[in-house]
C-alpha cells in the first residue's frame, strides 16, 4: 500500500480521465463517489472533488445544463463549511491557526467554483450572470489566473478592449510602452510556437502556458493597435 487514502487515488483517477479526455468514465466514477458519500458528508474532499469533475465531465460531454447543479452543491457545502470556520466553537490558539488555514483553502475552492460556475454559464450564453460569478471568484481571490483570464475573455466577448488589454497587463504586469510591449510579443510568440509543437490538456477552470501565451499576444497586438491608432490620429 502507498500510504494514500483511496478518496484521494480515487480524485486523482477521475482527474486523470478528465485530462486524458474520456469524460464520460470520468463522471460514471463521480456519481459512484457521489451516490457512496450521500448528501449528508458535509464538505469533504472527495465530495467537493467529486462534485467539481463531475460538472466538468459535463461541460466536456457537451452537457452543460446539467453542470449548474453539481456546481451549487458544491458552492452551498463550502459557503456552510466557511460560515461554520467563521463561527468556531473552540477558542484556543491552536485551533485558531489551524482554522485560518483551513477557511484559506475553502476560500479558494470557493473562488474556483465561482470561476468554473462561470464557465458554464458562458457556454449556456449567460454573459451577464457569468460576469457576476467571476467577479465573485475575482472578490475571494483576486490573483486567481483562471478567474483573470476568464473575465479578460468575457471583455472582450463585450467588446471591451482597452478594458480586456489593461485587465490582462495589469495582471501580468506589462509595461502600457510600445518598443517594450513589442519584445514581449516576440517572445511570447516564439514561447508559444515551441508549445504548439507539444498536445496540451485543458480541464475546465484550468489555464495552461499556451492559453496564457496566446491571450499575452492577442491582448499585446490590441494594444499596439490602439497605441498607434492614437499615435496617427
Avoid at 55 to 68: F, I, K, S
Avoid at 122 to 130: G, I, R, Y
Wanted: hydrophobic letters at 45%.
Amino acid at each position: 500500500s502507498s500510504g494514500v487514502p483511496r478518496s484521494q487515488l480515487q480524485s486523482e483517477y477521475v482527474h486523470a480521465l478528465l485530462c486524458s479526455g474520456d469524460a464520460e468514465a470520468a463522471l460514471q466514477l463521480c456519481d459512484q463517489i457521489l451516490t457512496k458519500e450521500g448528501a449528508s458528508s458535509g464538505a469533504k474532499p472527495q465530495l467537493l472533488n467529486a462534485l467539481k469533475y463531475k460538472a466538468e465531465a459535463l461541460v466536456a460531454l457537451e452537457r452543460a445544463d446539467e453542470a449548474l447543479a453539481p456546481l451549487d452543491q458544491l458552492l452551498s457545502l463550502l459557503r456552510s463549511a466557511i460560515d461554520s470556520l467563521n463561527n468556531p466553537s473552540v477558542d484556543s490558539a491552536h485551533a485558531t491557526q489551524h482554522q485560518a488555514h483551513d477557511l484559506s483553502v475553502l476560500q479558494d475552492a470557493l473562488a474556483e467554483a465561482c470561476n468554473n460556475r462561470a464557465l458554464v454559464l458562458t457556454c449556456l450564453v449567460q454573459p451577464e450572470a457569468a460576469a457576476a460569478s467571476v467577479q465573485q471568484a475575482l472578490g475571494l481571490a483576486p490573483n486567481n489566473a483562471a478567474a483573470v483570464y476568464n473575465r479578460t475573455l468575457l471583455l472582450w466577448q463585450q467588446t471591451r478592449k482597452l478594458d480586456a488589454c489593461g485587465h490582462w497587463m495589469g495582471f501580468r504586469h506589462f509595461p502600457q510602452t510600445l518598443d517594450d510591449n513589442e519584445d514581449l510579443r516576440n517572445h511570447a510568440l516564439e514561447q508559444l510556437q515551441a508549445l504548439r509543437q507539444t498536445s496540451d490538456s485543458h480541464v475546465a477552470g484550468d489555464v495552461s502556458d499556451r492559453m496564457v501565451l496566446e491571450l499575452d499576444v492577442m491582448t499585446l497586438e490590441a494594444w499596439a493597435e490602439e497605441i498607434n491608432a492614437i499615435h496617427s490620429a
